[in-house]
Protein backbone atom coordinates (compact mmCIF):
# COMPACT_ATOMS: atom_id res chain seq x y z
CA UNK A 1 0.00 0.00 0.00
CA UNK A 2 1.23 3.33 -0.62
CA UNK A 3 3.01 5.44 2.11
CA UNK A 4 3.48 9.12 2.59
CA UNK A 5 7.27 8.94 2.35
CA UNK A 6 9.26 11.34 4.10
CA UNK A 7 12.72 11.90 2.36
CA UNK A 8 14.94 9.77 4.53
CA UNK A 9 12.58 6.65 4.65
CA UNK A 10 13.16 6.44 0.88
CA UNK A 11 16.81 7.26 1.44
CA UNK A 12 17.42 4.00 3.82
CA UNK A 13 15.03 1.82 2.08
CA UNK A 14 15.92 2.57 -0.98
CA UNK A 15 19.44 2.67 -0.62
CA UNK A 16 19.73 -0.47 1.55
CA UNK A 17 17.79 -2.27 -0.97
CA UNK A 18 19.81 -1.03 -3.77
CA UNK A 19 23.00 -2.31 -1.77
CA UNK A 20 21.44 -5.63 -0.99
CA UNK A 21 20.54 -6.78 -4.23
CA UNK A 22 23.74 -4.79 -5.95
CA UNK A 23 25.55 -7.17 -3.44
CA UNK A 24 23.70 -10.60 -4.80
CA UNK A 25 24.20 -8.98 -8.49
CA UNK A 26 27.84 -8.97 -8.26
CA UNK A 27 28.38 -12.09 -6.44
CA UNK A 28 26.23 -13.86 -9.72
CA UNK A 29 28.55 -11.56 -11.74
CA UNK A 30 25.88 -9.42 -13.01
CA UNK A 31 26.24 -5.45 -13.28
CA UNK A 32 25.50 -3.85 -10.00
CA UNK A 33 22.63 -1.93 -12.32
CA UNK A 34 20.53 -4.96 -12.24
CA UNK A 35 20.29 -4.75 -8.42
CA UNK A 36 19.36 -1.24 -8.79
CA UNK A 37 16.68 -1.93 -11.23
CA UNK A 38 15.69 -4.62 -8.78
CA UNK A 39 15.32 -2.46 -6.13
CA UNK A 40 13.53 0.15 -8.11
CA UNK A 41 10.93 -2.53 -8.98
CA UNK A 42 10.49 -3.43 -5.09
CA UNK A 43 9.54 -0.16 -3.97
CA UNK A 44 7.34 0.73 -7.59
CA UNK A 45 3.73 1.40 -7.55
CA UNK A 46 3.40 -2.11 -9.25
CA UNK A 47 4.78 -4.26 -6.58
CA UNK A 48 3.28 -5.62 -3.28
CA UNK A 49 4.22 -3.50 -0.09
CA UNK A 50 6.02 -0.65 0.77
CA UNK A 51 5.66 2.32 -2.61
CA UNK A 52 8.30 5.08 -2.24
CA UNK A 53 7.02 8.78 -3.49
CA UNK A 54 7.16 8.59 -7.04
CA UNK A 55 7.43 12.40 -7.09
CA UNK A 56 9.81 12.77 -4.87
CA UNK A 57 12.80 10.03 -6.11
CA UNK A 58 12.88 11.33 -9.64
CA UNK A 59 13.86 14.78 -8.28
CA UNK A 60 16.56 12.95 -6.52
CA UNK A 61 17.70 11.12 -9.31
CA UNK A 62 18.42 14.31 -11.39
CA UNK A 63 20.72 14.99 -8.74
CA UNK A 64 22.27 11.89 -9.55
CA UNK A 65 22.56 12.74 -13.50
CA UNK A 66 24.00 16.56 -12.69
CA UNK A 67 26.53 15.20 -10.45
CA UNK A 68 27.55 12.20 -12.42
CA UNK A 69 27.97 14.66 -15.61
CA UNK A 70 29.54 17.05 -14.01
CA UNK A 71 32.11 14.46 -13.19
CA UNK A 72 32.19 13.24 -16.40
CA UNK A 73 32.73 16.75 -17.97
CA UNK A 74 35.85 17.21 -15.18
CA UNK A 75 37.65 14.40 -16.81
CA UNK A 76 36.97 15.83 -20.57
CA UNK A 77 38.39 18.67 -21.98
CA UNK A 78 37.07 20.76 -24.64
CA UNK A 79 40.09 19.69 -26.82
CA UNK A 80 38.83 15.65 -25.94
CA UNK A 81 35.51 16.85 -27.17
CA UNK A 82 36.74 18.74 -30.00
CA UNK A 83 38.77 15.88 -31.36
CA UNK A 84 36.12 13.26 -31.78
CA UNK A 85 33.54 15.68 -33.39
CA UNK A 86 34.45 14.02 -36.94
CA UNK A 87 32.92 11.22 -35.96
CA UNK A 88 30.45 11.67 -32.88
CA UNK A 89 28.62 14.33 -34.82
CA UNK A 90 27.75 12.96 -38.10
CA UNK A 91 28.23 9.37 -36.54
CA UNK A 92 25.16 10.35 -33.84
CA UNK A 93 23.01 11.96 -36.05
CA UNK A 94 23.22 9.49 -38.71
CA UNK A 95 22.25 6.70 -36.30
CA UNK A 96 19.26 8.43 -34.84
CA UNK A 97 17.89 9.15 -37.96
CA UNK A 98 18.22 5.83 -39.11
CA UNK A 99 16.95 4.32 -35.45
CA UNK A 100 14.42 6.31 -35.65
CA UNK A 101 13.18 5.55 -39.49
CA UNK A 102 13.54 1.85 -37.71
CA UNK A 103 10.95 2.65 -34.55
CA UNK A 104 8.86 4.51 -37.76
CA UNK A 105 8.44 0.87 -39.44
CA UNK A 106 7.78 -1.09 -36.51
CA UNK A 107 4.91 1.65 -35.18
CA UNK A 108 2.98 0.85 -39.02
CA UNK A 109 3.28 -2.78 -38.29
CA UNK A 110 1.30 -1.89 -34.68
CA UNK A 111 -1.06 0.00 -36.89
CA UNK A 112 -0.28 3.30 -35.94
CA UNK A 113 -0.18 6.36 -37.94
CA UNK A 114 3.20 7.87 -39.23
CA UNK A 115 3.24 10.77 -37.21
CA UNK A 116 2.96 8.54 -33.88
CA UNK A 117 5.68 6.47 -35.46
CA UNK A 118 8.16 9.20 -36.05
CA UNK A 119 7.59 10.50 -32.14
CA UNK A 120 8.21 6.53 -31.07
CA UNK A 121 11.07 5.72 -33.36
CA UNK A 122 12.85 8.47 -31.63
CA UNK A 123 11.82 7.32 -28.58
CA UNK A 124 13.84 4.35 -29.22
CA UNK A 125 16.55 6.23 -30.60
CA UNK A 126 18.14 7.99 -27.54
CA UNK A 127 20.63 6.20 -25.23
CA UNK A 128 20.67 6.69 -21.60
CA UNK A 129 23.45 8.99 -20.56
CA UNK A 130 23.68 7.49 -17.09
CA UNK A 131 23.27 3.51 -18.01
CA UNK A 132 25.97 4.59 -20.82
CA UNK A 133 28.52 6.41 -18.53
CA UNK A 134 28.59 3.89 -15.72
CA UNK A 135 29.13 0.83 -18.29
CA UNK A 136 32.53 3.03 -19.45
CA UNK A 137 33.20 3.36 -15.87
CA UNK A 138 32.37 -0.21 -15.08
CA UNK A 139 34.76 -1.27 -18.04
CA UNK A 140 37.30 1.53 -17.43
CA UNK A 141 37.04 3.42 -20.94
CA UNK A 142 36.13 6.54 -20.02
CA UNK A 143 39.73 7.51 -20.79
CA UNK A 144 40.01 6.07 -24.02
CA UNK A 145 39.49 7.21 -27.62
CA UNK A 146 36.33 4.60 -27.42
CA UNK A 147 34.95 6.26 -24.11
CA UNK A 148 35.41 9.84 -25.69
CA UNK A 149 33.75 9.01 -28.73
CA UNK A 150 30.79 7.60 -27.21
CA UNK A 151 30.21 10.95 -24.91
CA UNK A 152 30.71 12.98 -27.41
CA UNK A 153 27.70 10.78 -29.60
CA UNK A 154 25.44 11.04 -26.41
CA UNK A 155 26.55 15.37 -26.14
CA UNK A 156 25.04 15.30 -30.04
CA UNK A 157 22.05 12.66 -29.05
CA UNK A 158 21.38 15.14 -26.31
CA UNK A 159 21.40 18.43 -28.37
CA UNK A 160 19.07 16.50 -30.83
CA UNK A 161 16.49 15.59 -28.07
CA UNK A 162 16.71 19.28 -26.94
CA UNK A 163 15.59 20.02 -30.33
CA UNK A 164 12.53 17.33 -30.62
CA UNK A 165 11.33 18.24 -27.16
CA UNK A 166 11.35 22.12 -28.24
CA UNK A 167 9.75 21.69 -32.09
CA UNK A 168 6.92 18.56 -30.99
CA UNK A 169 4.44 20.77 -29.86
CA UNK A 170 4.99 22.69 -32.69
CA UNK A 171 4.45 20.08 -35.03
CA UNK A 172 1.61 18.07 -33.03
CA UNK A 173 -1.15 19.00 -34.89
CA UNK A 174 0.60 18.26 -38.46
CA UNK A 175 1.79 14.87 -36.68
CA UNK A 176 -1.57 14.04 -35.42
CA UNK A 177 -2.89 14.95 -38.83
CA UNK A 178 -5.40 16.91 -37.37
CA UNK A 179 -8.01 18.74 -39.70
CA UNK A 180 -8.97 21.33 -37.23
CA UNK A 181 -6.17 22.47 -36.23
CA UNK A 182 -4.11 25.18 -37.64
CA UNK A 183 -1.44 24.52 -40.15
CA UNK A 184 2.28 24.72 -39.02
CA UNK A 185 4.18 27.08 -41.03
CA UNK A 186 7.68 26.95 -42.23
CA UNK A 187 8.38 30.09 -40.62
CA UNK A 188 7.21 28.59 -37.30
CA UNK A 189 9.62 25.84 -37.68
CA UNK A 190 12.29 27.71 -38.76
CA UNK A 191 11.66 30.30 -35.70
CA UNK A 192 11.39 27.35 -33.40
CA UNK A 193 14.48 25.80 -34.64
CA UNK A 194 16.69 29.10 -34.79
CA UNK A 195 15.89 30.03 -30.78
CA UNK A 196 16.60 26.84 -29.69
CA UNK A 197 20.06 26.56 -31.85
CA UNK A 198 20.61 30.20 -30.41
CA UNK A 199 19.99 29.19 -27.02
CA UNK A 200 22.29 26.45 -26.96
CA UNK A 201 25.20 28.52 -28.78
CA UNK A 202 24.45 31.52 -25.64
CA UNK A 203 24.77 29.04 -22.86
CA UNK A 204 27.41 27.12 -23.89
CA UNK A 205 29.33 30.37 -24.83
CA UNK A 206 28.27 32.04 -21.52
CA UNK A 207 30.08 29.00 -19.64
CA UNK A 208 32.93 29.18 -21.85
CA UNK A 209 33.50 32.52 -21.65
CA UNK A 210 32.12 33.59 -18.62
CA UNK A 211 32.29 30.24 -16.74
CA UNK A 212 35.99 29.50 -17.48
CA UNK A 213 37.24 32.29 -15.79
CA UNK A 214 34.70 32.75 -12.81
CA UNK A 215 34.15 29.20 -11.70
CA UNK A 216 38.00 28.38 -11.11
CA UNK A 217 38.62 31.66 -9.79
CA UNK A 218 35.94 31.10 -7.25
CA UNK A 219 37.13 27.69 -6.92
CA UNK A 220 40.77 28.86 -5.93
CA UNK A 221 39.43 31.64 -3.55
CA UNK A 222 37.38 28.86 -1.71
CA UNK A 223 40.47 26.49 -1.81
CA UNK A 224 42.76 29.16 0.03
CA UNK A 225 40.14 29.52 3.07
CA UNK A 226 41.66 25.89 4.26
CA UNK A 227 38.13 25.18 4.71
CA UNK A 228 37.01 21.66 3.00
CA UNK A 229 33.65 22.13 4.00
CA UNK A 230 33.31 25.07 2.21
CA UNK A 231 35.33 23.73 -1.17
CA UNK A 232 32.57 20.69 -1.19
CA UNK A 233 29.68 22.89 -1.13
CA UNK A 234 31.34 25.37 -3.57
CA UNK A 235 32.06 22.84 -6.25
CA UNK A 236 27.78 21.69 -5.63
CA UNK A 237 26.80 24.78 -6.07
CA UNK A 238 28.41 25.67 -9.01
CA UNK A 239 26.84 21.76 -10.64
CA UNK A 240 23.72 22.19 -9.40
CA UNK A 241 23.43 26.04 -10.07
CA UNK A 242 24.98 25.62 -13.98
CA UNK A 243 22.55 22.64 -14.27
CA UNK A 244 19.49 24.65 -13.30
CA UNK A 245 20.47 27.65 -15.14
CA UNK A 246 20.64 25.79 -18.29
CA UNK A 247 17.30 24.20 -18.17
CA UNK A 248 15.44 27.39 -16.64
CA UNK A 249 16.99 30.47 -18.96
CA UNK A 250 18.40 28.11 -22.15
CA UNK A 251 15.90 25.57 -21.91
CA UNK A 252 19.22 22.89 -21.93
CA UNK A 253 18.85 19.33 -20.51
CA UNK A 254 20.20 19.07 -16.73
CA UNK A 255 22.76 16.65 -17.95
CA UNK A 256 24.35 18.61 -20.71
CA UNK A 257 24.36 21.90 -18.56
CA UNK A 258 26.42 20.14 -15.78
CA UNK A 259 28.50 18.43 -18.32
CA UNK A 260 29.41 21.80 -19.68
CA UNK A 261 30.33 23.04 -16.40
CA UNK A 262 32.50 19.93 -15.64
CA UNK A 263 34.27 20.54 -18.95
CA UNK A 264 35.26 24.20 -18.26
CA UNK A 265 36.38 23.20 -14.34
CA UNK A 266 38.18 20.33 -16.19
CA UNK A 267 41.18 23.18 -17.27
CA UNK A 268 41.61 24.02 -13.94
CA UNK A 269 44.00 22.22 -11.15
CA UNK A 270 41.90 21.80 -8.79
CA UNK A 271 39.65 19.82 -11.17
CA UNK A 272 40.58 16.67 -9.54
CA UNK A 273 39.97 17.53 -6.00
CA UNK A 274 36.42 18.77 -6.64
CA UNK A 275 35.97 15.58 -8.84
CA UNK A 276 37.12 13.23 -5.38
CA UNK A 277 35.16 15.73 -3.27
CA UNK A 278 31.54 14.90 -5.15
CA UNK A 279 31.74 10.97 -5.97
CA UNK A 280 30.86 9.84 -2.77
CA UNK A 281 27.31 11.88 -3.39
CA UNK A 282 27.29 11.78 -6.93
CA UNK A 283 27.21 7.92 -6.74
CA UNK A 284 25.00 7.50 -4.01
CA UNK A 285 22.34 9.70 -6.01
CA UNK A 286 23.57 7.78 -9.36
CA UNK A 287 21.90 4.80 -7.39
CA UNK A 288 18.76 6.40 -7.10
CA UNK A 289 17.96 7.25 -10.86
CA UNK A 290 18.45 3.40 -11.66
CA UNK A 291 16.02 3.00 -8.37
CA UNK A 292 13.53 5.67 -10.11
CA UNK A 293 13.61 3.87 -13.55
CA UNK A 294 12.93 0.51 -11.58
CA UNK A 295 9.90 2.13 -10.30
CA UNK A 296 7.98 2.55 -13.34
CA UNK A 297 8.24 -0.99 -14.98
CA UNK A 298 4.69 -2.85 -14.47
CA UNK A 299 5.61 -6.17 -15.23
CA UNK A 300 2.07 -6.88 -16.55
CA UNK A 301 3.23 -5.74 -20.40
CA UNK A 302 5.20 -8.34 -20.50
CA UNK A 303 1.78 -10.59 -20.66
CA UNK A 304 -0.37 -7.94 -22.48
CA UNK A 305 1.61 -6.95 -25.30
CA UNK A 306 4.48 -9.52 -25.72
CA UNK A 307 5.46 -9.16 -29.65
CA UNK A 308 5.17 -5.14 -29.13
CA UNK A 309 7.81 -5.19 -26.80
CA UNK A 310 9.91 -7.41 -28.46
CA UNK A 311 9.72 -5.77 -31.73
CA UNK A 312 10.40 -2.57 -29.67
CA UNK A 313 13.11 -4.20 -27.80
CA UNK A 314 14.65 -5.31 -31.45
CA UNK A 315 15.01 -1.79 -32.15
CA UNK A 316 16.88 -0.46 -29.52
CA UNK A 317 19.42 -3.69 -28.55
CA UNK A 318 19.62 -5.07 -32.67
CA UNK A 319 18.95 -2.45 -34.96
CA UNK A 320 20.47 0.65 -32.89
CA UNK A 321 23.95 -1.53 -32.44
CA UNK A 322 23.65 -2.82 -35.31
CA UNK A 323 23.79 0.86 -37.58
CA UNK A 324 26.21 2.11 -34.78
CA UNK A 325 28.91 -0.24 -35.83
CA UNK A 326 28.19 0.13 -39.66
CA UNK A 327 28.54 3.62 -39.05
CA UNK A 328 31.84 3.80 -36.88
CA UNK A 329 33.66 1.28 -39.30
CA UNK A 330 32.79 3.44 -42.67
CA UNK A 331 33.89 6.64 -40.53
CA UNK A 332 37.61 4.57 -40.03
CA UNK A 333 36.92 3.03 -36.58
CA UNK A 334 38.68 -0.08 -35.71
CA UNK A 335 35.90 -2.90 -34.97
CA UNK A 336 36.96 -2.45 -31.16
CA UNK A 337 35.45 1.06 -30.83
CA UNK A 338 32.50 -0.24 -33.05
CA UNK A 339 31.33 -2.87 -31.30
CA UNK A 340 32.08 -1.33 -27.52
CA UNK A 341 29.82 1.94 -28.45
CA UNK A 342 26.96 0.23 -30.75
CA UNK A 343 26.78 -2.19 -27.18
CA UNK A 344 26.96 0.75 -24.69
CA UNK A 345 23.92 2.23 -27.05
CA UNK A 346 21.89 -0.41 -26.74
CA UNK A 347 19.60 1.19 -24.47
CA UNK A 348 17.14 3.53 -23.38
CA UNK A 349 16.39 5.95 -20.46
CA UNK A 350 16.14 9.31 -19.24
CA UNK A 351 15.32 10.98 -22.69
CA UNK A 352 13.07 8.73 -23.82
CA UNK A 353 10.56 8.82 -20.70
CA UNK A 354 10.43 12.73 -21.36
CA UNK A 355 9.95 12.24 -24.55
CA UNK A 356 7.04 9.51 -24.56
CA UNK A 357 5.36 11.40 -21.76
CA UNK A 358 5.42 14.89 -24.10
CA UNK A 359 3.77 12.39 -27.13
CA UNK A 360 1.12 11.75 -25.07
CA UNK A 361 0.44 14.78 -23.68
CA UNK A 362 0.51 16.74 -27.23
CA UNK A 363 -1.71 13.69 -28.15
CA UNK A 364 0.61 12.22 -30.45
CA UNK A 365 1.41 8.88 -28.69
CA UNK A 366 -0.92 6.47 -27.36
CA UNK A 367 -0.61 5.30 -23.68
CA UNK A 368 0.04 2.09 -25.15
CA UNK A 369 3.58 3.36 -26.85
CA UNK A 370 4.13 5.36 -23.55
CA UNK A 371 3.88 1.67 -21.98
CA UNK A 372 6.49 0.53 -24.72
CA UNK A 373 8.68 2.29 -24.34
CA UNK A 374 8.74 2.31 -20.29
CA UNK A 375 8.88 -1.73 -20.63
CA UNK A 376 11.66 -2.04 -23.26
CA UNK A 377 13.42 1.01 -21.36
CA UNK A 378 13.35 -1.38 -17.71
CA UNK A 379 14.66 -4.65 -19.92
CA UNK A 380 17.23 -3.14 -22.42
CA UNK A 381 19.29 -1.23 -19.22
CA UNK A 382 18.34 -4.94 -17.22
CA UNK A 383 20.07 -6.79 -20.91
CA UNK A 384 22.36 -4.19 -21.46
CA UNK A 385 25.47 -5.02 -18.99
CA UNK A 386 24.76 -8.92 -20.37
CA UNK A 387 25.32 -7.37 -24.30
CA UNK A 388 28.52 -5.23 -23.45
CA UNK A 389 29.69 -8.35 -21.55
CA UNK A 390 29.45 -11.03 -25.23
CA UNK A 391 30.97 -7.89 -27.06
CA UNK A 392 33.91 -7.36 -24.75
CA UNK A 393 34.68 -10.85 -25.13
CA UNK A 394 33.97 -10.79 -28.45
CA UNK A 395 36.84 -8.26 -28.78
CA UNK A 396 38.72 -10.65 -26.74
CA UNK A 397 38.51 -13.38 -29.35
CA UNK A 398 39.47 -10.84 -32.23
CA UNK A 399 42.89 -10.84 -33.13
CA UNK A 400 44.67 -10.44 -30.59
CA UNK A 401 47.62 -8.24 -32.41
CA UNK A 402 44.51 -5.83 -32.75
CA UNK A 403 46.07 -4.74 -29.43
CA UNK A 404 49.36 -3.03 -30.90
CA UNK A 405 46.63 -0.70 -33.01
CA UNK A 406 45.62 2.93 -32.10
CA UNK A 407 42.41 3.95 -33.73
CA UNK A 408 43.14 1.41 -36.41
CA UNK A 409 46.60 2.60 -37.20
CA UNK A 410 49.06 -0.57 -36.59
CA UNK A 411 51.92 -0.19 -34.27
CA UNK A 412 54.39 -2.23 -34.46
CA UNK A 413 54.98 -4.41 -31.03
CA UNK A 414 57.38 -2.74 -28.43
CA UNK A 415 58.09 -6.29 -27.09
CA UNK A 416 60.12 -7.54 -30.00
CA UNK A 417 63.34 -8.08 -28.92
CA UNK A 418 63.01 -7.30 -25.15
CA UNK A 419 64.89 -9.53 -22.69
CA UNK A 420 65.11 -8.61 -18.96
CA UNK A 421 62.95 -5.87 -18.89
CA UNK A 422 60.86 -4.00 -16.51
CA UNK A 423 56.78 -4.27 -17.35
CA UNK A 424 55.01 -1.19 -15.60
CA UNK A 425 51.27 -1.33 -15.47
CA UNK A 426 49.97 2.27 -15.53
CA UNK A 427 51.44 5.06 -16.41
CA UNK A 428 50.07 7.76 -14.80
CA UNK A 429 51.49 10.02 -11.92
CA UNK A 430 53.37 7.44 -9.82
CA UNK A 431 54.11 5.32 -13.12
CA UNK A 432 55.31 8.17 -15.05
CA UNK A 433 57.89 9.21 -12.48
CA UNK A 434 59.00 5.28 -11.90
CA UNK A 435 59.08 5.18 -15.91
CA UNK A 436 61.36 8.28 -15.92
CA UNK A 437 63.37 6.90 -13.34
CA UNK A 438 64.21 3.50 -15.02
CA UNK A 439 64.94 4.83 -17.79
CA UNK A 440 67.46 6.87 -16.18
CA UNK A 441 69.48 3.98 -14.80
CA UNK A 442 69.07 2.47 -18.39
CA UNK A 443 66.73 -0.17 -17.47
CA UNK A 444 64.81 -1.89 -20.68
CA UNK A 445 61.12 -0.68 -19.95
CA UNK A 446 57.95 -1.52 -21.09
CA UNK A 447 54.32 0.18 -19.75
CA UNK A 448 51.21 -1.26 -20.21
CA UNK A 449 48.50 1.91 -20.48
CA UNK A 450 45.14 2.17 -21.61
CA UNK A 451 44.78 5.95 -21.63
CA UNK A 452 44.89 7.69 -24.83
CA UNK A 453 46.76 10.59 -23.24
CA UNK A 454 48.82 8.91 -21.27
CA UNK A 455 50.26 6.66 -23.93
CA UNK A 456 50.83 9.88 -26.05
CA UNK A 457 52.83 11.64 -23.75
CA UNK A 458 55.12 8.79 -22.86
CA UNK A 459 55.83 7.91 -26.26
CA UNK A 460 56.69 11.42 -26.56
CA UNK A 461 59.11 10.90 -24.13
CA UNK A 462 60.06 7.82 -26.02
CA UNK A 463 59.02 5.46 -23.51
CA UNK A 464 58.00 2.08 -25.17
CA UNK A 465 53.88 1.80 -24.56
CA UNK A 466 51.49 -1.25 -25.23
CA UNK A 467 47.70 0.01 -25.44
CA UNK A 468 45.49 -1.50 -23.22
CA UNK A 469 44.04 -2.56 -19.83
CA UNK A 470 46.25 -5.24 -17.76
CA UNK A 471 43.84 -6.86 -16.34
CA UNK A 472 42.15 -8.59 -19.59
CA UNK A 473 43.12 -12.03 -19.50
CA UNK A 474 44.97 -11.44 -23.33
CA UNK A 475 46.80 -8.90 -22.60
CA UNK A 476 49.63 -9.75 -20.19
CA UNK A 477 50.98 -12.58 -22.72
CA UNK A 478 51.54 -10.60 -25.15
CA UNK A 479 54.41 -8.40 -23.11
CA UNK A 480 57.21 -10.93 -22.12
CA UNK A 481 56.25 -11.50 -19.24
CA UNK A 482 58.19 -15.18 -19.27
CA UNK A 483 61.23 -12.92 -20.42
CA UNK A 484 60.27 -10.17 -18.18
CA UNK A 485 62.63 -9.30 -15.08
CA UNK A 486 60.41 -7.74 -12.70
CA UNK A 487 56.68 -5.86 -12.82
CA UNK A 488 55.66 -3.03 -11.24
CA UNK A 489 51.87 -2.42 -11.02
CA UNK A 490 51.64 1.63 -10.57
CA UNK A 491 48.01 1.19 -10.32
CA UNK A 492 45.72 2.56 -7.66
CA UNK A 493 42.90 -0.14 -7.59
CA UNK A 494 43.63 -2.62 -5.39
CA UNK A 495 41.26 -4.86 -7.06
CA UNK A 496 42.52 -4.44 -10.44
CA UNK A 497 45.89 -4.56 -9.26
CA UNK A 498 44.80 -8.04 -7.54
CA UNK A 499 43.68 -9.24 -10.96
CA UNK A 500 47.04 -8.85 -12.68
CA UNK A 501 49.01 -9.67 -9.90
CA UNK A 502 46.94 -13.44 -9.83
CA UNK A 503 47.68 -13.66 -14.04
CA UNK A 504 51.17 -12.52 -13.81
CA UNK A 505 52.19 -15.49 -11.17
CA UNK A 506 50.42 -17.89 -12.73
CA UNK A 507 52.10 -17.04 -16.44
CA UNK A 508 55.63 -16.67 -14.76
CA UNK A 509 55.86 -17.78 -10.65
CA UNK A 510 59.74 -16.68 -10.57
CA UNK A 511 59.02 -12.57 -11.30
CA UNK A 512 59.35 -10.49 -9.05
CA UNK A 513 56.30 -8.09 -8.22
CA UNK A 514 55.40 -4.60 -6.96
CA UNK A 515 53.06 -3.04 -6.46
CA UNK A 516 51.46 -0.30 -4.49
CA UNK A 517 48.72 0.16 -1.92
CA UNK A 518 46.68 3.10 0.20
CA UNK A 519 46.03 0.92 3.42
CA UNK A 520 47.25 -2.18 5.45
CA UNK A 521 43.99 -4.23 4.21
CA UNK A 522 45.03 -3.28 0.20
CA UNK A 523 48.43 -4.51 0.79
CA UNK A 524 47.85 -8.16 2.48
CA UNK A 525 45.58 -8.49 -0.04
CA UNK A 526 47.78 -8.04 -2.55
CA UNK A 527 51.10 -9.80 -0.75
CA UNK A 528 48.03 -12.59 -1.09
CA UNK A 529 47.58 -12.59 -4.72
CA UNK A 530 51.34 -12.96 -5.09
CA UNK A 531 52.83 -9.46 -4.92
CA UNK A 532 56.73 -9.41 -4.00
CA UNK A 533 56.45 -6.61 -2.41
CA UNK A 534 53.44 -3.68 -1.76
CA UNK A 535 54.92 -0.09 -1.06
CA UNK A 536 52.33 2.19 0.88
CA UNK A 537 52.99 5.88 0.20
CA UNK A 538 51.43 7.11 3.14
CA UNK A 539 54.18 5.03 5.43
CA UNK A 540 57.08 6.03 2.94
CA UNK A 541 55.98 9.47 3.45
CA UNK A 542 56.19 9.14 7.23
CA UNK A 543 59.12 7.78 6.54
CA UNK A 544 60.94 10.83 4.47
CA UNK A 545 59.83 13.16 6.82
CA UNK A 546 60.64 11.23 10.40
CA UNK A 547 64.00 10.82 8.55
CA UNK A 548 64.25 14.41 7.48
CA UNK A 549 63.33 15.46 11.19
CA UNK A 550 65.54 13.21 12.71
CA UNK A 551 68.76 13.08 10.84
CA UNK A 552 68.55 17.46 10.67
CA UNK A 553 67.06 19.87 8.09
CA UNK A 554 71.12 20.34 6.48
CA UNK A 555 71.17 16.43 6.15
CA UNK A 556 67.79 15.59 4.45
CA UNK A 557 67.43 16.06 1.02
CA UNK A 558 64.45 17.04 -1.20
CA UNK A 559 63.28 14.79 -3.90
CA UNK A 560 62.74 16.72 -7.40
CA UNK A 561 60.44 14.32 -9.48
CA UNK A 562 61.65 16.42 -12.75
CA UNK A 563 65.23 14.80 -12.00
CA UNK A 564 63.81 11.24 -11.51
Given at each position: ?12 I ?22 Y ?11 P ?14 I????L?F ?14 RA ?6 V ?6 T???M ?5 LG ?7 V ?7 A??V??L ?14 H???G ?12 LV ?17 V ?8 V ?5 K ?5 AL????G?R ?31 T??E ?19 S?L ?19 F ?8 PV??F?H ?8 A ?25 SV ?8 E ?17 RA????L ?9 N???V ?23 E ?9 A ?7 V?A??A ?11 V?E??D????A?R ?26 I ?7 A ?14 P ?17 L ?6 V????R ?18 R ?6
Amino acid sequence: MPHGSPLVTILVIGLSLAFVLGTIANRLRCSVLVGYLLAGIAIGPFTPGFVADQDLVPQLAEIGVILLMFGVGLHFSVNDLVSVRAIAVPGAVLQVVMSTICGMFLARLLGWSWGSGVVFGMTLAIASTVVLLRTLQEHRLMDTQRGHIAIGWLVIQDLLTVMVLVLLPVMAPLLKHDPHAAMVGPWQLVIAVGLTIGKVVAFIALILVVGRRLIPTMLHYVAHTGSRELFRLCVLAIALGVALTATEIFGVSFALGAFVAGMVLSESPLSQHAGAETLPLRDAFAVLFFISVGMLFNPVILFRHPLPLLGTLAVIMVATPSLTVVILRILRQPWRTALSVGAGLAQIGEFSFILAALGVQSGVLAERARDLVLGASIISILLNPVLVAVINRMNDLLDRRARLRTDGAERESPVAGLRGHAILIGGGRVGALVAEGLRAHDVPLLVVEEADTQVKALRGRGIDVMLGNAADPGLLPLVGLDRARILIVAIPDAFEAGEIIQQARGLNPEIDIVARAHFDSAANYLLEYGASLVIMGEREIARAMLDYVTHGATSGSRVDPSSM
